[in-house]
C-alpha cells in the first residue's frame, strides 16, 4: 500500500484553527500521514536578515513574517492531540538541532531532513546520534548526485527503515523537469526492505504523482492546503482536499495516466534549473554561498522547508 503524506507545510500560515481544519480535511481526504515541519527562527537566521524590511500581511520585518508560521508548544500538543483523536499518525522535518530537540519530546517515530540538509553530512550525523534507530528517517534527496545519497543514507545505516524520496527543487515543477526516471534509479541502486523509495511532488496537479506511484514509489507526499487563495509562498504546487482525495483514489485504485517522455529523463544532482530557481531564493543563497537577494520580487523565504 502507498503511503500518501499530506504536507501541510506552512500553509496554515500560523493559524491553530486552520491547522486543525487542514488535519480534519486531510484524513477526509485518504491521507495515510500527516507532515510538519519545525524551524527555530531565531537561530537559524542571521538578525540582519530578520531585522530587513519584509512588506507582509503579518508585519513589516521578516522576522514577523517568519515567526508567524512557528506554533508554541502548546499549539504542538493540541494538534498532537488532535492527530491522536482521528488516529493519524504524524511527522515533520525539523530544519535546525533546536528544532529537532523541541520535537523529541513527542517521541514520534518518523523524522524527515529536507533536501537543503540531505547532504549536509554533520547535520545527519547529529540527527542519527539524536534519534532513536528504531525510529524511520526520510530524506528527500533533491540536488543530490548518486554517490551524495550513498553518503548520506550511510549515516543512517543502524535504522530501521530510510525513505528516500525523488524530488525536484523547484515550485511548481514543470512537467518537462519532473525527472521520474530517477525513482527507478533510485529503487536500482539503494532499494531494499530497509530502504523504500518515495516521492514528493512539486508539480502543479496530480497526474505525475499518480505516474510515481505507477514508476514504484512507495510514498506519496504532496502539499496539501484548504485552498490556494493564499499569500503562503508555494501555494500553487499544493493540492486541496478534492484534488488529494481524487489522487488518492486513483492511486488505490491502480489507475494509470501517461507523461511525455521529456518527464522520465534521468539527472541526479543539481540541474541548471534547479539552480536558477535557487539563486533567487534567500534561504538557498546561504547554501549555494550566492549573492543575498532579498530585494527581489521572487524572494521565497522559506525555501528549503521540504
Known sequence: MVELVAELTTNHAGNMNVLLRMVDAAVDAGATCIKMQKKDVETFYSQEKLDLEYASPYGQTYR????MFEFPLEDWVRFDKHCMYWAIPWFATPQDLPSLDFLLSFQSCRYKVSSSN??????????????ESESEIVLSVAGSTLDQIAESLDVFHDFRRVWLLHCVAQYPCSIRDL???????????FG???????Y???????????????????MIERHFCLSRHSFVHHIECSLTPPEFATMARAIRDGKTAELPPVAHRI???????????????TYANDRLGLESRFESSRVCPCQGDE
Open 179 to 189: 525527472r521520474l526516471g530517477n525513482i527507478a534509479e533510485l529503487k536500482k541502486r
Open 118 to 131: 540531505a547532504r549536509d553530512i554533520d547535520f545527519l550525523v547529529a540527527v542519527a546520534d539524536r534519534i
Open 64 to 67: 514577523e513574517y517568519r515567526t
Open 267 to 281: 539527472e541526479f544532482g543539481m540541474s541548471d534549473e534547479e539552480k536558477l530557481f535557487l539563486e533567487n531564493q
Open 192 to 198: 531494499s526492505d530497509r530502504v523504500r523509495i518515495g
Open 200 to 218: 514528493s511532488g512539486h508539480e502543479e496537479g496530480w497526474a505525475p504523482s499518480l505516474v510515481a506511484a505507477q514508476l514504484g514509489a512507495e
